[in-house]
């Protein structure tokens, strides 16, 4: 089986690099003034599902699976259109979170339609969406998948209890990758990327939303109710390595390119990027730290308005079926999050892909799983504040 390109969707992982509209209007909302605030009951627009049997998605490039042959194909997609008779619009636009915000939230806070009836983003964006009441709860009577197959351990993220907005797409962690030859001794803790034998040869995010949380579990804390106090901890901690030139620099997902040369020997990584990685590199390896990692996810919601929701819910629930998730795992090489995929692949008559059910980066095991945590998202009363003075530290 063939990986998926390096240059994956999750690979755009790159985000809030400046205190952009986004953030502005977070902030509006955290100060009490809500103009861009939706109610409930102005979230629905008339169904015509039942009468138009289509829905248009919006996703990040390569996050689906193809056709070897043929990239254009997606078969999971086609299987799905071909059993319901639903049309579906398949539109490759978010590149990025906050640029996809920009564009689509003149029409949500001016109770506008989208054109789209289900988006995929990452939960951190999720939960402005959330709180601004831009997205409609979905109807789990349209979802029986999703009610039965969905990984406990994203059940109940602090932004979106019991998942009543938002249903996976696929998961990931950030760790810490290395390598493991040209280091000549292993990792386990966070704290030892701040040993003398890393200096000036470790990275580290440079996406607030992408680094914090892994940096504070180092230092024991629960992220799933992390304080200020803990955030100005770490950046007071971060700012330390930095004079003394432990860190080389913050990067996006430029990392890989810096690990590949040995220009570092070590940084935060996602470990989808590391499963692509380790193909050409056995000797990089990826640690979840013994004092855990941060497992986050990217998630399909229905924005206000959109006027194939039921539609949109029975793409969701297909996703679901273990046989489908099973599928597209096999191209994405994220985690993912219907665990009951496992076995499906597990009894492949393909080695490879039957190898993929073994890949605790793909299906964690239970060692690994005690060790992930979803971190407690940053508020809109937090996010200014906090932006400003770590953008500053990351040199954005």
Known sequence: MALPPMNSPLSRRTLLRTLGAGTLIGGLAGCGVRPAYVSAADRAATDVSATEKRLTWANWPLYIDTDDADQTRRPT??????????????????????????KISPALMNHQRTGRDLIVISDWMCARFVRLGWVQEMDRAHQPNVTKYLDPLLRSPAFDPGRKFTVPWQSGITGIAYNRRRLGREIRH??????????????????????????????????????????????????????????RRFTGNDYIKDLSSGDVLACQAYSGDVIQLQADDPDIRFVVPEEGAELWSESLMVPN????????????????????????????????PVPAAQDILASSKDEDT???????????????????????DITSEERVEFAKRWNAIAGL
Not at 196 to 203: A, N
Not at 315 to 321: A, T
Not at 360 to 365: E, G, K, R, S
Request: a negative charge; one cysteine or more; proline letters at 2%.
């Open 190 to 247: 966070v704290s030892d990327l701040w040993a003398s034998d890393l200096k000036g040869r470790v990275t580290l995010l440079s996406g607030l939303d992408e680094a914090f949380a892994l940096l504070m579990q180092g230092n024991g804390v629960d992220i799933t109710r992390w304080t200020a106090d803990d955030f100005h901890t770490i950046c007071d901690q971060v700012e330390k390595q930095i004079d003394r030139g432990q860190i």
């Open 77 to 102: 997609l086609e299987a799905f259109q071909k059993r319901t008779g639903i049309s579906v619009d398949y539109v490759e636009e978010i590149n990025d979170n906050d640029e996809f915000f920009g």
């Open 354 to 376: 039957a190898a993929l059910a073994e890949d605790p980066l793909i299906f964690p095991d239970r060692a690994m799983r005690r060790r992930l945590a979803i971190a407690r």
């Open 305 to 336: 308005l959109a006027r194939h929701k039921t539609n949109a819910e029975r793409l969701i629930d297909y996703y679901y079926e273990p046989e489908v998730a099973a599928e597209l795992a096999t191209w994405v090489n994220y985690v993912c």
